[in-house]
């Protein structure tokens, strides 16, 4: 079985920044695309930011310039980088990644979710 536990949560004020980390454990062959999504009160799961193996980006409009994502294969973890937080990021964190557990299967994990609380 596969295990993402995200850290790197909590409360900080309008302008500052937190690091969130996602570390895979378990049965892993490889990792394909990780991704960071967050989820505001009342409202659907967003896809914040992803990244490919192969370290190709891609970002939410609403975090660009703002937010870094980055991955470490050797270790099995991606960070998200948040910068200039803004209250409107205060949401759940979850980091979702697609894992090999064989060398022809793969299937998508979550974790369980991390709280960022940007107060103005």
């Known amino acids: 079985q596969v295990r993402l536990v995200e850290s790197g949560g909590g409360l900080v004020q309008a302008g500052g920044s937190l690091r969130l980390s996602c570390v895979a454990s378990?049965?892993?062959?490889?990792?394909?695309?990780m991704a960071w999504y967050r989820q505001a009160p009342g409202k659907q799961r967003e896809l914040v930011a992803g990244i490919s193996r192969s370290h190709n980006t891609n970002y939410v409009d609403s975090v660009k310039g703002r937010f870094t994502i980055s991955r470490d294969n050797a270790k099995n973890t991606v960070y998200l980088q948040m910068d200039s937080l803004k209250p409107e990021d205060t949401a759940v964190y979850y980091c979702?990644?697609?894992?090999?557990?064989?060398?022809?299967?793969?299937?998508?994990?979550w974790g369980q979710g991390t709280q960022v609380t940007v107060s103005s």
């Open positions: 979702k990644s697609n894992v090999r557990t064989t060398l022809y299967s793969a299937d998508n994990y």
């Open positions: 378990g049965r892993i062959f490889g990792i394909n695309d």
